[in-house]
């Protein structure tokens, strides 16, 4: 059956009535004596009866009051008394075995039913009803009848009756136009695809009341209308575990191959009373676009239905959701309070932020979220708030979302093999035009840490390999000095739509990027400039190889046919025109740096451009170190492997900015 | 005879609720049931599913067409009660048990509710659903 739908409610409705009228038999047969005075009993005698399919029909004489106290000589037909046509189910005539004269309460809920041409009213639902034994004179004749069957007669319905659903005085409808009904404000036209589930019930704008109302159950027809103000990714085996046993995400079955990971859609929802709500829908396939989401459907309106609580969580236990929560905080437009009437709406400067949150997911099958994508932007939507690097650096907070634009300039893997790669984290070296602009005081070029419950799409991670990127980071976190990105961080490639560009300098970035020079200051796991004379070489280091052209393996081996040749196991190909990679330890004496001894790793493929320090290796057919020393190196982009103070050593690597 | 009477004012009753409030209240949903028994729930999800579809040939002539459950095409009449499936000439022609079938009965539920898809066919392509239907009964 449909979710939502109106056979489910109808189920529902009836298994409820039918526990109700075995609850009422079985109290009718421990109580003889229900007191028929009783309001909305309906006390009927039955002058005649017949059938029609496996309805009973029994016309009937309303009684004012219980025959009980009357005499059975007054019990006699007043043609005063209203007539009656009660319908009785197949079942219900079946326990009334009633016959002509018989007096039936009917208890409620029965429902009555006015005919257009008849004046007889109709009374249906007539599932509590009870025979009435007049008086012990009238029960040995109640015996005697019991023994001879009853003939009722059956009505044939003729199949050339159909219905008429249309109101006969209303000549202006043709019967089988499109509605034109005047009355209705909306037409119900067959292609109107707003029109959705039949019938549910009217949407409810708190978060709360549906969830307190409806208990963990679900919701099966109630539906909630809340704004979006966030869309990002959770990754699954991180996602709160329901009723699935052990650790299996959420989404086992769809992973057909090992990459990308599961993840799971996720919405951040706010309703009318600035409630918040985590809403899970459906795991993302690699072809999915996060960034597709966002722009869609963050801050718009929608409406959530067949809604399952996961669990609800207080800021203690989901640090992350609520520094996410935190940021929207206070809401941007007054929120209804509940309780008070609504026409008093409280400001909002006074609201303590929320202190618990609840997870909600759909029921498994199908999503029950309608995005209005064509609806204007909900007030209620407070886009994320972008600064530059500066002010982020400066910010006083520990555990605070921000948001920013910057370029990207180097990106570092972290490069431990236990560890799958869809789970490794990643530095990335990030820049904008506050930074750059700046002469003294801070650094260039911050170092962005992603760690592996941060979502990235395929696009991203492409886009980071390829070159230098611009890049949006949604809601990143910035604490203890260092920004880092988590669960609920998005990366994107595209400035969104709206943002608040709280005075930050959104400008692109003129001229060459500049980096830091190597000091005194200089940390590990930076990058940094530098600058200096080779006072050294460390012969030991000196390799260099040939790799493959078209997938970089560096493990070339000779061919057993041509001992010239040298052959790629994994392309399973001959490598024509090898890539030369070249590896070197040097020496340097910084002045920027002067008591520490500056080793720099220097490699690079010679496909490429060609660097200050290996060009001149390079060129050296057999290079000596004499020709070497003494020569100054300028302007090196380097990363910072390690720094120790005894001995005083800084190990560096030299880098290709993206 | 009244439970024509009956079950029309019912339908009646719904098209009228479900025009001004867009929904069905509870009290009708039950005296569907109560009417019309075990054919109710079926004909609401049939309903639900938007199963029902309205043919019309350029002359005006009306068929209804139903996909049941199973996935097979129904025919029913709009002149007369009739539909093509086992429980119609089961329950109503033999037995008389039932007033329509769960079929007609969503027919009447979907054009109570605006449910019902449209569809506009030929002359020939309505005589040929009607003919195909006598065939698989001879």
Same mark, same amino acid.
């Given at each position: ?19 109700? /009228? ?26 005649? *009866? ?5 309805? !009973?029909?029994? $016309? ?16 006699? /037909? ?25 007096? $039936? ?17 109709? /009374? ?32 044939? $319905? ?50 709360? @009341? ?46 057909? +191959? ?5 993840? %799971? ?51 203690? %236990? ?58 204007? *932007? ?20 520990? +555990? ?36 750059? +602009?700046?002469?003294?005081? *801070? ?53 969104? &739509? ?32 530098? %600058? ?31 001992? @010239? ?19 070197? @330890? ?19 493929? $010679? ?10 290796? &390079? ?6 170190? !004499? ?15 390690? *720094? ?9 690597? @030299? /880098?290709?900015?993206? | ?138």
């Amino acid at each position: 059956l449909c979710r939502g739908g109106l056979a489910e409610r109808l189920c529902r409705l009836q298994n409820r009535e039918r526990s109700a /009228i075995s609850f009422w038999r079985h109290q009718c047969l421990s109580d003889d004596k229900i007191p028929p005075d009783k309001s909305g009993v309906l006390i009927v005698k039955i002058l005649e *009866i017949f059938e029609e399919c496996t309805i !009973q029909v029994a $016309i009937c004489q309303q009684l004012e009051q219980s025959p009980a106290t009357l005499s059975p000589e007054d019990a006699v /037909i007043n043609a005063e008394e209203p007539i009656l046509k009660v319908l009785f189910t197949r079942e219900t005539a079946a326990h009334l075995k009633s016959r002509p004269q018989d007096v $039936i309460h009917i208890y409620p809920p029965w429902q009555k039913l006015l005919l257009q041409n008849a004046d007889v009213p109709v /009374i249906m639902n007539t599932y509590f009803s009870q025979k009435v034994l007049l008086s012990e004179h009238s029960e040995a004749r109640e015996k005697t009848y019991g023994l001879t069957k009853m003939l009722i007669r059956k009505n044939i $319905i003729s199949l050339a009756q159909t219905f008429r659903l249309d109101d006969v005085d209303d000549k202006s409808h043709q019967e089988f136009s499109d509605n034109q009904v005047p009355c209705a404000p909306q037409t119900h036209n067959n292609g109107d695809s707003k029109w959705h589930p039949l019938a549910l019930s009217a949407v409810n704008d708190s978060l709360l @009341e549906m969830v307190e109302s409806q208990g963990a159950v679900g919701w099966r027809e109630a539906q909630v209308q809340v704004v979006i103000q966030r869309v990002y990714c959770l990754p699954a085996r991180e996602g709160y575990r329901s009723h699935t046993q052990g650790n299996k995400p959420l989404c086992a079955a769809s992973v057909t +191959n090992s990459d990308p990971p599961n993840v %799971r859609l996720c919405l951040l929802v706010q309703d009318a009373y600035g409630m918040f709500s985590e809403v899970q829908l459906q795991s993302l396939s690699s072809t999915d676009n996060i960034e597709q989401y966002c722009r869609r459907w963050e801050g718009k309106s929608c409406c959530l239905a067949g809604i399952k609580i996961l669990q609800r969580t207080t800021r203690g %236990r989901a640090l992350g959701l609520f520094s996410l929560i935190d940021s929207l905080w206070p809401p941007v437009v007054p929120v209804k309070v509940p309780g008070q009437s609504q026409d008093s709406e409280m400001m909002t400067t006074n609201l303590p932020p929320p202190s618990f949150c609840y997870i909600l997911t759909v029921q498994s099958g199908e999503i029950h979220v309608e995005v209005d994508e064509e609806e204007q *932007i909900s007030n209620l939507y407070q886009p994320p708030a972008v600064h530059g690097l500066k002010e982020i650096l400066r910010i006083d907070g520990c +555990n605070e979302r921000c948001s920013f634009w910057a370029q990207v300039l180097y990106r570092r893997l972290q490069t431990k093999h236990s560890v799958p790669i869809d789970q490794r984290e990643m530095l990335l070296f990030v820049t904008d035009s506050t930074l750059q +602009n700046v002469v003294h005081g *801070i650094p260039k070029v911050v170092a962005v840490s992603v760690t592996a419950s941060c979502v990235l799409s395929m696009e991203i991670i492409e886009a980071l390999s390829a070159g230098s990127r611009l890049v949006f980071f949604k809601d990143a976190l910035w604490g203890n000095g260092r920004i880092i990105c988590v669960e609920r961080t998005v990366l994107l490639l595209q400035k969104p &739509l709206l943002c608040s560009a709280a005075g930050a300098d959104l400008s692109e970035l003129t001229g060459p990027v500049r980096l830091d020079e190597l000091d005194s200051t200089t940390q590990a796991s930076s990058v940094c400039a530098l %600058r200096g004379t080779v006072v050294g070489v460390n012969e030991s280091t000196a390799f260099s190889w040939p790799t493959c052209n078209r997938c970089g393996n560096g493990k070339l081996e000779v061919c057993p046919q041509d001992r @010239e040749l040298l052959y790629c196991n994994q392309c399973s190909e001959v490598v024509t025109t090898p890539v030369l990679k070249m590896q070197l @330890e040097v020496f340097l004496s910084c002045p920027s740096r002067s008591q520490s001894t500056v080793k720099v790793k220097v490699w690079h493929e $010679i496909s490429a451009a060609l660097f200050v320090l290996l060009t001149m290796l &390079l060129f050296l057919q057999t290079y000596e170190v !004499q020709s070497v020393l003494g020569k100054e190196v300028g302007l090196l982009n380097c990363y910072v492997h390690s *720094i120790t103070s005894h001995p005083n050593c800084v190990a560096l690597e @030299e /880098i290709v900015l993206l | 005879s009244t439970l024509p009477a009956v079950a029309e004012e019912l339908l009646r009753e719904i098209k009228k609720a479900f025009q001004e409030t867009s929904q069905v209240p509870d009290v009708l949903l039950l005296g569907l049931k109560f009417i019309f028994g075990p054919s109710a729930v079926p004909a609401l999800d049939l309903v639900d599913q938007r199963s029902v579809t309205r043919l019309r040939s350029p002359s005006g002539r009306i068929l209804y067409q139903v996909l049941g459950s199973s996935g097979k095409l129904y025919t029913c009449y709009s002149s007369c009660h009739f539909c093509t499936c086992p429980a119609f000439g089961f329950s109503v022609l033999q037995k008389s048990e039932s007033l329509l079938c769960k079929h007609i009965l969503a027919v009447y539920l979907s054009q109570a509710m605006g449910a019902c898809q449209e569809l506009a066919v030929s002359e020939e392509q309505l005589t040929n659903i009607l003919l195909a239907e006598e065939e698989d009964e001879g």
